[in-house]
């Protein structure tokens, strides 16, 4: 069945510095979300990516899907500790019953 | 904005006990969904619904069951909680053909 890969699964990185997860699939995605889920709370949906190539701007986060729709990105610019939590993606599946397949997630903690 | 709402944050039951969390959302979603949040597992779908009185099974369905006698009322059983059953528990809601979801604070449960 459809796999979804998100690395790295840890992160630590000094405040101002720069941050990336990757999202990879095993098969050709139609779209794919990002959360992001503070410490003690619950997931948050930040964007949701169409288009092959596509890229999104929310302020430091930049977001893009592959030109093949096979994989995606989160980069966060000069960090803050306010960024500090676990981002997912997410992905869906027709193939078996209704799915709605989120990664693993990438725990991003920010030293400042 | 969408809010869903989750009855308990906490929740210390018996082994054996029958458990039920409520989930209750004030926008309308055809779509609700339950997931559990383990460390290292990410989030897993137990169950999902599309309308009311329907259900249909997620990743890991064994040891529970829902009920949606109401639109914004979605709940998840536990007809006999066991301890590998302590997890945190998410609901989620969203318009139907959407996949932004929004979720619930979160129900952490300890089965003893």
């Known amino acids: 069945g459809q796999q979804v890969m998100q690395i790295p699964q840890y992160q630590h990185v000094q405040e101002g510095e720069d941050f990336t997860t990757y999202c990879n699939s095993s098969t050709t995605l139609s779209n794919i979300q990002w959360y992001k889920q503070r410490p003690g709370g619950h997931p948050v949906f930040l964007i949701q990516?169409?288009?092959?190539?596509e890229v999104k701007k929310q302020k430091r986060l930049t977001f893009q899907f592959g030109e093949a729709k096979k994989n995606s990105s989160l980069h966060i610019t000069a960090t803050q500790t306010t960024d500090v939590g676990t981002y997912f993606c997410a992905v869906f599946t027709t193939s078996g019953t209704y799915k709605y397949i989120f990664g693993t997630g990438t725990r991003l903690k920010v030293l400042a | 904005d969408v809010k869903v709402t989750q009855s308990s944050r906490y929740l210390v039951k018996r082994t054996g006990e029958k458990v039920f969390l409520e989930c209750v959302q004030d926008m309308d979603h055809e779509n609700m969904f339950w997931y559990r949040q383990d460390p290292g597992l990410g989030l897993r779908l137990i169950y999902f619904?599309?309308?009311?009185?329907?259900?249909e099974k997620g990743d890991i369905p064994e040891g529970y069951s829902v009920s949606r006698e109401k639109k914004e009322r979605f709940s998840l059983i536990l007809e006999s909680a066991s301890t590998n059953q302590t997890s945190m528990y998410l609901c989620?809601?969203?318009?139907?053909?959407?996949?932004?979801?929004?979720f619930g604070s979160g129900t952490r449960l300890t089965v003893v």
């Open positions: 619904s599309y309308d009311v009185k329907m259900k």
């Open positions: 989620a809601s969203s318009l139907l053909g959407r996949l932004d979801y929004t």
């Open positions: 990516l169409v288009k092959s190539g």
